[in-house]
């Protein structure tokens, strides 16, 4: 008995347009890789970050969280900068952040929760 399929289905392409990537569109960037291009563009926002949780090493937090310096960050540059400024302090790179805080300061390990990256 031959085998029943769904190829020759009334609206079935215009179904796979929606659903299947157009090969000829470029993918977007990647979280990494936007990342990698912001911190290249802003290498500042590292050492801000850092200096904060050397601060909160200093008075001996037992953990630091990577939201807090993110808020702490942003107060301060937009204090900092009263215009028309398009800077964004993407939540997307804390966890990317995070990461680096730890590999230039390995003690800070067990102070700065990481989670699991979901994507790359």
Sequence with gaps: MPTATQDHLPGLEAVRLLVLP?????????????FEQ???LNPWVLTD????????VE?????????MLFELVRY????ATLGGDDFR?????RSRYARLL???????ALRIEVRA????
């Design 38 to 40: 912001f911190h290249d």
């Design 22 to 34: 157009d090969p000829s569109t470029p993918r977007p960037p990647t979280i990494q890789e936007r």
């Design 59 to 67: 008075a001996r937090f037992s953990k630091i969280s990577i939201g």
């Design 117 to 120: 990256l979901r994507s790359d």
């Design 89 to 93: 302090l993407n939540n997307d790179f």
């Design 102 to 108: 730890i590999e230039r300061h390995p003690e800070w």
């Design 49 to 56: 970050l850092e200096r904060l949780a050397a601060d909160c």
């Design 76 to 79: 301060s540059y937009g204090r």
